[in-house]
Each structure stands twice: as structure tokens, then as C-alpha cells.
């Protein structure tokens, strides 16, 4: 574990890191009226929006990954990168774990179905030259 306590925490980081994840949350939310080709687009477009986006263009990713640099420089402290690396493996694999085989097994959650709307998929997934064997799987 860290040898940080709560009261060595940064509050700035953590706001800066809520406030880009926020900005990213806006930002994936108003592509469909961006005007731009993308998943889910609206026949309308606004202006102000796409112009706010294109603005955010250029620094949202930069900002989260210097957001994500800083917190893993405090977080390594004086531990070497492998021990690190290890440290935060351990902890993946002990949720994936808890997710996968132990409580999440117990809870019913480890197999909760996927419900697909497979009326909308079967159709597209054929008109764009899928393989049956592959439509199969995916429903």
C-alpha cells in the first residue's frame, strides 16, 4: 500500500481529474448534434456546440493523460516502477477476481444476461456482409 495518507491527498488533482472526465462525459454526449459523421447523429446541428467542441478538441486528452501522469507519480512515492506495477496488478486481478469467480459469482452477477436488441442487429450485421457463424455469437 501507499505510505500516503488521506490528509497528503490532492484535492486539486482530484477535481481536475472529476472535471475532465466530466468535460468528456459533455463532450461524447454532444457529438450526435456536432454535425460531424459519427455513431448517433441528429439531422439538427447546433452551432455554439460544435464550435464549444472544436475548441475542446485540442486539449481534452492531453489534459487527462497529464491529469492520470500526475496521480501516478504521487501514487508511486518511492517505490520502484516494478514494485509499482506489481502492486497495482495485484489489485486488478483481485477485483477482477472478486468480479469473476468470488463475490460476483455469489451475488448472480458473474453471468447476468446481455439483452440485444437482436431484431435491429441480425438484419444490419447481414447487410453489411457478415458471416452467419459470426451473427450467431454476437445474438
Do not use: C
Request: no cysteine.
Amino acid at each position: 500500500m501507499s505510505d500516503l495518507s488521506l490528509t497528503d491527498r490532492r484535492a486539486d488533482l482530484d477535481w481536475l481529474r472529476v472535471s475532465a472526465f466530466g468535460l468528456l462525459i459533455l463532450y461524447h454526449a454532444g457529438m450526435a448534434w456536432s454535425g460531424w459523421s459519427w455513431h448517433l447523429s441528429s439531422p439538427d446541428s447546433i452551432d455554439w456546440l460544435r464550435e464549444g467542441m472544436r475548441f475542446l478538441n485540442r486539449w481534452r486528452m492531453p489534459l487527462i493523460f497529464i491529469v492520470s501522469g500526475a496521480a501516478i507519480m504521487l501514487a508511486l512515492g518511492n517505490r520502484t516502477p516494478g514494485v509499482f506495477a506489481r502492486d497495482r496488478v495485484k489489485r486488478l486481478l483481485a477485483a477482477a477476481g472478486l468480479r469473476h469467480g468470488g463475490a460476483g459469482a455469489a451475488a448472480g452477477l458473474s453471468r447476468a444476461p446481455v439483452q440485444r436488441p437482436v431484431h435491429r442487429l441480425v438484419p444490419a450485421m447481414a447487410a453489411r456482409g457478415v458471416p452467419r457463424r459470426l451473427i450467431r455469437l454476437a445474438t
